[in-house]
């Protein structure tokens, strides 16, 4: 259908993005040197991309595979977003290639390709962490790429990908509905346009209408499709704890199975097996199921997960009853749910679903800091807190528990907790914090100094 001139549609976000490729020195083809597996979902996409890495990094055959990973969003630094070998790259390299990729779609040559009239002269901030992630990937080598998709599919920048080694689909749930529509059908639509032509693609099970849509999409293009089931009890030791893993650990094994299927047909199979294994129990992924220990308190013991959807909390709620039920310290929980979330429904299912015990108090703050190369510019500055009262009211009806406290950001929350339940305390203490990974970066930071 014809448009209108300079008239954008979601459409065009793809061949847009394929003309910043090209100006920053690409074709859309040098991608498949990456021999990329991507990754979509709305619960566990992150998660299974660390398992995938792990895996990948035990390849040895006949040398180690230099790995590179692109996740979002960041906990603390954006350098985290763009990792090789599982380690996200340093300060130096990131400076490096961020200046090259800006220098690049700044200069006048070659002249940037424009859709349309209104077509954007610099793409968007998650936009260019890709383009710069494919410059550091294609210059420095990289035997395989997991690029986890940052929201939908469909018409993702990571979507450019033409030829992935393999696809993958996390679980789907309701998220971004402004962007993804408001029904299961919808997301998942949007979810499984990263399935290429005659690519296998891989799935976890979904709800009945979701994985018609996938199922659909998938034989529209010719690509067999399998769904995973989760990892039975005990067959691996997992690196990132809770129950919910074993669903996400069971699609990375799959991803990376059929990589090596296609990339590396003469390996013997007891090889496979061992690094499987070996990935699957060497992973790590902070900020999702992570508990450390106060390194200035040592009665505090702290339990963050980025969960920000129903099915995500229900998994955290769960993993943190877990928990709880190897310890006998009192439970904090420090809550902030991004601004367009519902945390009515989110402290609701993490009541329902937490297990035995309360939580002695509930801590609300927005997700601010005191870093200021670690501000969300998506983040309403609301100086009344409306949001985090009504959070605290909201807690206090739920669990009849009226001790809630509110504070102005992150690192006043943890100082209160901190100052509260530390050592001169001499009580053990668990908090969880949750409802954002945003709250969470902000928690790693202030309580830990890294992630």
Known sequence: MPKASGSRKVEDSIPEFEAFIEKIGYKVEDLDRLNIIHVTGTKGKGSTCAFVSSIMQQVNSPCKLKVGMLTSPHLIEACERIQINGKPISKEMFTKYFYETYNRLQSPTPPLRK??????????????????AIHAFLTEGVDV???EVGIGGQYDSTNTVRKPVVCGIASLGIDHQAILGSTIESIAWHKAGII??????FTVPQDDAAIEVIRSRAAERNAPLTVTEPLQIGKYQLGIPGDHQRINAALAEALCREWIRVKMPHVDATK??????????????PGRSQTFISPRHHNLTWHVDGAH????MTACAKWFAGERATWSGQSVLLFNAAHE???NDLLQTLKKHAGEGEFIEAVFC????????????????????TQQHESAR????????????????INAAVEYVENKYGSSNNVETHVLATGSLHLVGGVLDSAKGSI
């Open 115 to 132: 859709v349309l009239p209104s077509s954007p002269c610099i793409p968007g901030y998650g936009r260019f962490i890709f383009l710069l």
């Open 145 to 147: 790429a997991i690029i």
């Open 196 to 201: 290429k032509d005659n690519v296998p693609a």
């Open 272 to 285: 496979v097996d061992s690094w499987v294994t070996d990935g699957i129990c060497l992973a790590s992924w």
């Open 309 to 312: 959807t129903i099915e995500s």
């Open 341 to 343: 979330r519902s945390f």
């Open 366 to 385: 927005p997700n601010l800091t005191n870093r200021a190369d670690s501000q969300s510019f998506v983040v309403q500055n609301d100086e009344k807190l």
């Open 394 to 409: 909201i807690w206090t009806e739920l669990s009849g528990n009226p001790a809630t406290k509110v504070f102005p950001n």
